[in-house]
């Protein structure tokens, strides 16, 4: 008899989450693993593998960590996925892998995401890096990005028989794992391994070029046979409202650099510092947003609260990632728009003027649209608003890259193989498609990497 | 790893120093500047590019050593290394004939108006310069500066040398006879704001070049953002020159105290852990 329920995941004690960047999820031993392989009806429809990205073979791996062959369960994902430990984490499985899993008819979906991080973190416990590649080079490609896309594409080509140089704008590899990604969601010894066996492949990584300005894409293309951008959505949006130029507003993406990259929760032993009081308004409902809430608690916030204009139903955050937000203490607000930023005499904001929202009919995302409430303003004091509502493409490489075709948002228009409209430059990723997740951007970059290979071998 | 090639004293607590940095030194152009860290607990810090060769391969700067990072910058000694230095960035400044261009500049940004002013010259516009410091031992590259001038004016608060009082007196005086095709001013924001006041009576079209708050330089964090003609800009990206009269010189101010407390809590920090070098 299959169990309804799927085996839990064990998180860190609640006093370490508040006070420390340890990883929350702490992952399945053996034995769970083994309870939560056996609970898999190996069905012949495949939902799971078929609304992967990647394609992964999932009850293939599952079989083989029900019979403990984990290296061999590991070598099928890396047949389609080389960063097991990274998408086990931060995937959003349940509406991908486990969306149609049979054995929701009778509970819980197979936890997909937990057994593929298992098998991810003996990886990484065992140091198992596949380094075959082949000794004939077919050509040269640079990659611009470290990212997800970016690693992902590098991977691919390396694999394929290319030479690889990877440019990376800041000091660190990784992209949003690196500045965005918080480390308790994604510790950064896993990003790290990754890192270490892209460089064991071969692959060349520069970091602080700016492409675009340090090379233009013009001077890349006569060094090497391709280019794939992988430059990412990494430019904040703000809200357009009065007073976003207050001090004490951060973008998300500024918070979440000074925190990650720059790692100003230990000023003033490292040199970038953070400004912030008691009280915490994070606007937006997003996963960002939860991990900006979740950062501000463990900085010491005593009241961290999401501001969101729709209803929690309508969250885009993962439900995982809201319970962990409020398990950890984090304040919702509903139904609640920012309308301006209010400051004090010294240019700090202290409070912000809302509006209430009630939902009327569903508009394009499906998702009923927010409508003002005539006269129901009101004020929420604050001491920082930390503004989460999503990141744009950076228009830099557009800026100094004349031909190079973008849509009216700014996202690099290809056609599906992956192709812009300069010849061999390819783009993947967010900065074709807007923000999106971490296995689409490794599942486009990996299309086009193929995409790169069989226009270069003509 | 960017290796130093000189860093000099030029002025009590300004130094310039130059840096082995190859394809940045290709690439650069007047008004535009790069991010730097100096060590693996840095903060990433903009400076302006003051000058490139690029066949040394080599990039100057100019820095006061008033923070954190420009006091390890300070301390890092010929032959050793800067971990990080990234570029160039920014928009360079649109150099073209505008005929009589006024340039002013104040404190360290006399080394920022130095590569403009040279371009603007080259381009063939009467170049007139007004550079100022609190007082004549902090004046600093008035040779070079008078080398790229028709004209060079200089002043100091105290009067030590030249006029005695504001760089932005000079300008006024200036507006009351001439009026200019274009007045481009780099220097401390007060300065510059001053400077668009000044000009904005008399129609002058006024370049300013911004430097606020920076983190990434790349147009990612939001944080260099500036409130010109109503709108948010990102100095980084979308500058750093701007429209001074278009320019929310106010907010900016204010933007940049930000940090002032944990900047001098920094420097303490800094200076407890005691004068270890960095990257020699």
Redesign the interface.
């Known amino acids: 008899m299959v169990s309804k329920r799927a085996v839990p995941m064990r998180k860190l004690s609640m006093d370490k989450r508040l006070t420390t960047f340890e990883e929350v999820a702490l992952g399945y031993t053996e034995e769970e693993a083994l309870e939560e392989a056996k609970r898999c009806l190996k069905c012949k429809l495949m939902p799971c593998s078929r609304l992967c990205p990647l394609n992964i073979e999932v009850p293939e791996f599952v079989k083989c960590i029900e019979r403990r062959e984990y290296e061999k369960g590991l070598n099928i994902i890396l047949k389609a996925n080389p960063f097991p430990a990274i998408t086990g984490r931060v995937c959003p499985q349940e509406v991908l892998c486990q969306k149609e899993c049979t054995l929701r008819k009778l509970g819980d979906p197979l936890a997909i995401g937990r057994l593929e991080r298992f098998l991810g973190d003996y990886q990484i416990e065992n140091n198992i890096m596949n380094l075959n590649v082949p000794e004939k080079v077919r050509g040269s490609v640079a990659v611009v990005g470290s990212g997800p896309a970016g690693l992902m594409g590098a991977v691919e080509l390396r694999k394929l028989g290319y030479e690889v140089t990877i440019f990376e704008?800041?000091?660190e590899v990784g992209g949003v794992m690196v500045?965005g990604i918080p480390e308790f969601r994604l510790p950064r010894r896993v990003l790290r391994f990754y890192v270490d066996y892209v460089k064991k492949l071969g692959v060349r990584i520069e970091?602080?070029?700016?492409v675009g300005?340090?090379?233009t894409i013009d001077e890349l293309l006569r060094e090497y046979d391709a280019v794939l951008l992988a430059t990412g959505a990494?430019?904040?949006k703000?809200l357009?409202i009065p007073g976003?130029?207050?001090?004490?507003v951060y973008?998300a993406?500024?918070f979440l650099?000074?925190i990650n990259l720059?790692?100003a929760y230990r000023?003033?032993?490292?040199?970038?510092?953070i400004?912030l009081g008691k009280r915490i308004a994070v606007i937006g409902g997003g996963n960002t947003a939860m991990d900006v809430s979740r950062i501000a608690l463990r900085l010491g916030a005593e009241e961290v609260i999401v501001l969101y204009r729709r209803t929690e139903v309508e969250m885009p955050a993962r439900r995982e990632e809201v319970e962990n937000a409020k398990e950890e203490g984090v304040k919702f607000m509903f139904l609640t728009q920012p309308i301006a930023l209010i400051g004090d005499e010294?240019?700090w904001i202290r409070k912000i003027k809302c509006i209430r929202m009630r939902l009327g009919e569903p508009d394009a995302s499906g998702r009923r649209r927010p409508i003002p409430i005539p006269g129901s303003e009101f004020d929420v004091e604050v001491d920082n608003v930390i503004i989460a509502i999503g990141a744009e493409v950076?228009?830099?490489i557009q800026?100094t890259t004349p031909g190079l075709k973008v849509d009216k948002r700014g996202h690099v228009i290809v056609d599906k193989y992956g192709r812009t409209s300069i010849k061999r430059v390819y783009a993947a990723g967010d900065v074709v498609t807007g923000a999106a997740t971490v296995i689409e951007a490794l599942a486009a970059a990996k299309t086009v990497a193929h995409t790169i290979h069989r226009d270069l071998s003509g | 790893m960017f290796k130093v090639i000189s860093n000099r004293i030029i002025a009590p607590g300004i130094r310039r120093i130059e840096i082995l940095a190859p394809r940045i030194a290709k690439k650069a152009k007047a008004g535009q500047f790069v991010v730097i860290r100096v060590d693996e607990k840095g903060e990433r810090i903009p400076l302006t590019l003051v000058d490139w060769d690029s066949e040394r391969g080599s990039i100057t700067l100019v820095f006061q050593e008033v923070g954190v990072t420009t006091r390890k910058l300070g301390r890092v000694r010929e032959g050793g290394y800067v971990l990080d230095v990234t570029g160039p960035l920014g928009n360079p400044t649109e150099i073209k004939r505008y005929g009589v261009i006024v340039g002013v500049g104040g404190g360290v940004g006399n080394a920022c108006l130095l590569p403009v002013m040279r371009e603007f010259k080259r381009a063939g516009n009467y170049i007139v310069s007004m550079i100022g410091a609190r007082t004549c031992e902090l004046l600093i590259l008035e040779d070079e500066l008078r080398e790229v001038s028709d004209e060079l004016y200089i002043a100091t608060d105290d009067g030590s040398r030249g006029y005695k009082g504001f760089v932005t007196d000079l300008l006024k005086k200036y507006l009351e006879e001439k009026v200019p095709d274009l007045v481009y001013a780099v220097g401390p924001t007060i300065m510059m704001k001053v400077v668009s006041s000044i000009t904005r009576p008399y129609g002058v079209r006024t370049i300013v070049s911004l430097n606020p708050i920076m983190v990434d330089g790349t147009g990612m964090c939001g944080a260099c953002r500036v409130i010109v003609n109503g709108k948010l800009r990102f100095a980084c990206i979308d500058g750093p020159e701007f429209d001074g009269h278009k320019v929310d010189f106010d907010s900016l101010i204010n933007r940049i105290r930000m940090y002032k407390r944990e900047e001098e809590l920094a420097l303490s920090f800094l200076e407890k852990r005691g004068g270890e070098d960095h990257g020699v």
């Open positions: 704008a800041l000091h500045y970091v602080d070029v700016v300005r340090t090379y990494g430019t904040p703000f357009g976003e130029e207050l001090n004490g973008s993406n500024e650099i000074r720059m790692k000023f003033p032993e490292y040199d970038t510092p400004k010294k240019g950076n228009k830099l800026r």
